[in-house]
């Protein structure tokens, strides 16, 4: 396992030449924004983990293009409990590493629910996420990806949100004149890392279960935001990264996930590290701690579902 995980990173750093950065900054709704809010973004940055976003008015895009895109793509979803994104911790940083492998990024400033109105604050994130994947396969031809190689990558709340999408999609509406809207929300890979998948008690993140639904939801909300419920045949392929000792976002969630994709036939992997904490990132001071793998086990999954092939 040791020689193959070497393999890979040097594999990576001879095709280290498709490293390009960020090329642009889409708003994700050109006009009428649903569930508009009267919210001024707040940036502040934190010496550990860069850039803290707040307060998000208007839900954007950053696209991170390679020089030789090889038609993958992942559209990025940094966690923060529903409260703020940390941008780029879990966010440009990861665009950058994509890049490194001929796979388009693009990391979303979605809306948080904390800041929203109790009429909102539990659909602007998903109305962002599903917007983001309909605005990539419209741009697909022009940013050199293929539309069936469109995936989602979400940490912590931002894995809630993007088990949301892969559970929650629609295939767009046929009738619309807004082109964008005509396109399928459907991921087609997961990559979910300590992820808040479910709302119930025991196991989900308080903080974000109550930014998303309250301090007193209802059992119909708990069981309708418990994403672990709604995995279906259609439900994408998925690979889970959690740490056993995961303190804020117990690794119950992911086994959960698991075991409904298990139930449904769904490609799955799970990594499962003795130690790493919530929120590692890189797992860069993680250097005596199996989590320090993690993400050439998820290089090991990225070739083995074809996206990582040259195009």
């Known amino acids: ?14 095709i280290a030449g498709f490293v390009s950065g960020q090329d642009m900054i889409i708003p994700l709704w050109t006009e009428a924004l649903p569930c508009e809010n009267e919210l001024a973004i707040e940036i502040t940055e934190d010496e550990n983990i860069g850039r803290r976003v707040a307060k998000v008015h208007s839900p954007e895009i ?12 992942v559209i990025i ?17 990861f665009a950058e590493w ?42 697909a031809d ?28 629609n295939e767009g509406d046929a009738d619309t ?69 995961d303190k804020a976002v117990p690794v119950g969630n992911s086994l959960k996930y698991y075991q409904a994709l298990i139930d449904h036939n769904i490609s799955a992997s799970l990594r499962i590290y003795p130690t790493g904490g919530h929120g590692f990132s890189f797992a860069k001071d993680k250097e005596n701690e199996s989590v320090m793998f993690w993400t050439t086990d998820l290089m090991m999954w990225l070739l083995q579902m074809g996206l990582m092939d040259k195009e």
């Not at 293009?65 to 038609?71: A, E, I, L």
């Not at 492998?101 to 979605?110: D, H, K």
């Not at 995936?151 to 993007?162: C, D, E, K, Y």
Request: charged letters at 25%; aromatic letters at 8%.
């Open 177 to 245: 004149d807004d082109e964008i809207e005509k396109h399928t929300s459907r991921p087609d890979f997961s990559i979910l890392v300590y992820p808040v998948i479910s709302m119930e008690d025991g196991v989900t993140h308080k903080g974000s279960r109550s930014n998303l639904i309250g301090k007193k939801p209802s059992q119909a909300d708990i069981e309708y935001f418990s994403n672990e419920r709604h995995v279906s045949a259609d439900t994408p392929p998925t690979i889970l990264i959690h740490a056993s000792d």
């Open 142 to 169: 022009e940013w050199g990806i293929d539309d069936t190689k469109i995936g989602v990558m979400g940490f912590s709340a931002g894995g809630h949100l993007a088990s949301t999408l892969s559970t929650r999609f």
């Open 62 to 73: 950053a696209v991170y293009r390679p020089d030789q895109p090889n038609g993958a793509a």
């Open 1 to 14: 396992m040791l020689a193959l995980r070497l393999f890979l990173l040097i594999s990576i750093i001879i």
């Open 98 to 139: 994509y890049n490194e492998m001929g796979i388009t990024a693009i990391v979303l400033t979605y809306r948080l629910p904390h800041w929203e109105s109790e009429e909102c604050r539990d659909r602007v994130a998903l109305m962002d996420a599903a917007r983001a994947m309909r605005t990539v396969r419209h741009h």
């Open 77 to 93: 979803c940094p966690g923060g409990g529903y409260t703020m994104l940390a941008y780029d911790w879990e966010g440009t940083t």
